[in-house]
């Protein structure tokens, strides 16, 4: 009974982990197709089917070639082979036999010989239409054909034994390729958009919101949890009520401000209006209300002042609130674009931010996806990373919500 149970409890926990992996498969793939193609050559973005990892031609150096030339597969005598392309764009003519004009041979142009000369070349209607008469070798003899099409092909020579060539048409040939990661696409976007620079102005401007709001929203919390003065409660509702206050209607006398100040164009401008959050005010206020009033009582008969009840008390009690708070603000000042793309300058690279420098490189780099996914990788990283390390503080936040409610 017990190994039947444990079996059946395996079989379960195992088809649980296999959809949860699907699922989770399927949530990856975007990103992790985004950083394999950072990694990829521009023509290689563009390879039809598209491709997870990266790969580059084979190239090999041939005597009389000034630089490298691909290798290709190509068909000689039945078999697949790997010839080097050695010369693109053959002028290849289509021709055929006057009586069966479904039998076609592919001859390069100056294989073929006018019949009676270019100047009296013969001719012969065929479907109403006047065909110039050539001639060419089919299987050694001389055979006279008409030419029905015209077409460009790629020369290939065996690199063991230049005597072995073939021709056929380069676009359709499927070229030898390696797997290839290019690490200097991000030295290329850095070098392109001053990447370098945004990424620190980035950090900057969101280390400054989250600990701005972080000391604003414990000071104003624990005020409106613990102190009381007149208008305490309806205060704290019409604070807490702006948050109801569409964004785009604070644009224009948030810019009028920042004209007044003289903070347009600067970094001052992305941070000092963030650090006040209503949001993160109205969090740590619940959270403050939830720790006993006894503790505080007796810290203050000890003769503990309220900084040093908030600092050693409060505080080291709200790690998951902080946790909480430390999260939502720092994904939204390392995201925020339209604020900086408002009250920042395009041409002035010095103060962009990444999403600002994003935004620009997606039309310099419009033929290159790969720098632009690249760019992106850029900006997606940091944040991946902090929330992997900090993943325990944020689960914690989280089951602690869920057991205080």
Do not use: C
Not at 27 to 49: E, G, I
Not at 157 to 167: A, F, G, H, K, S
Not at 277 to 294: C, N, V
């Amino acid at each position: 009974m017990i190994k039947s149970y444990s079996f059946s409890q395996f079989l379960k926990n195992s088809a649980v982990y296999l959809i949860l992996s699907v699922f989770a498969f399927f949530m990856l793939f975007p990103f992790l197709f985004m950083l394999a193609t950072s990694f990829k050559t521009p023509k290689d973005t563009f390879n039809y089917p598209p491709r997870l990892l990266p790969r580059d031609a084979v190239t090999i150096e041939l005597e009389g070639q000034e630089e490298p030339v691909p290798l290709y597969f190509v068909d000689y005598e039945g078999q697949q082979e790997e010839f080097a392309l050695v010369q693109e764009g053959v002028r290849i003519g289509v021709f055929a036999s006057p009586d069966n004009l479904d039998e076609t041979f592919d001859r390069p142009i100056t294989e073929a010989t006018a019949v009676g000369g270019f100047v009296n070349q013969e001719k012969i209607e065929i479907n109403g239409e006047e065909l110039p008469v050539w001639e060419i070798e089919v299987d050694g003899e001389p055979v006279e054909v008409v030419q029905v099409g015209q077409t460009a092909f790629g020369r290939f020579i065996d690199p063991e034994n230049p005597e072995r060539e073939v021709l056929q048409n380069a676009r359709l040939s499927t070229p030898v390729e390696t797997f290839g990661f290019h690490p200097s696409n991000y030295e290329d976007v850095i070098d392109l958009q001053n990447m370098d620079r945004s990424l620190t102005n980035t950090i900057l401007v969101t280390l400054g919101v989250v600990f701005g709001v972080l000391f604003t929203s414990v000071l104003g919390g624990y005020a409106f949890a613990r102190l009381k003065f007149p208008g305490r409660d309806q205060l704290f509702v019409v604070y807490l009520g702006t948050i109801m206050i569409p964004f785009v209607v604070l644009i224009t006398p948030m810019y009028q401000l920042m004209v007044w100040i003289g903070w347009v164009d600067k970094i001052a401008s992305l941070i000092f209006p963030w650090i006040f959050s209503a949001y993160g005010t109205f969090l740590m206020r619940q959270f403050f209300i939830t720790i006993p009033k006894e503790v505080e009582e007796a810290a203050l008969i000890d003769g503990a002042s309220r900084l040093q009840i908030l600092t050693r008390i409060f505080l080291p009690a709200s790690t998951p609130a902080l946790a909480t708070l430390t999260t939502f603000m720092f994904l939204y000042a390392w995201n925020s674009f339209f604020w900086p793309l408002v009250v920042i300058n395009t041409g002035n690279y010095q103060n962009h931010v990444l999403t600002l420098s994003l935004n620009v490189l997606r039309g310099r780099a419009s033929d290159s996806p790969n720098l632009i996914l690249a760019g992106a990788a850029i900006a997606i990283l940091p944040p991946m990373i902090i929330f992997i390390l900090g993943q325990r503080f944020f689960v914690e936040s989280a089951t602690s919500s869920a057991v205080k409610g």
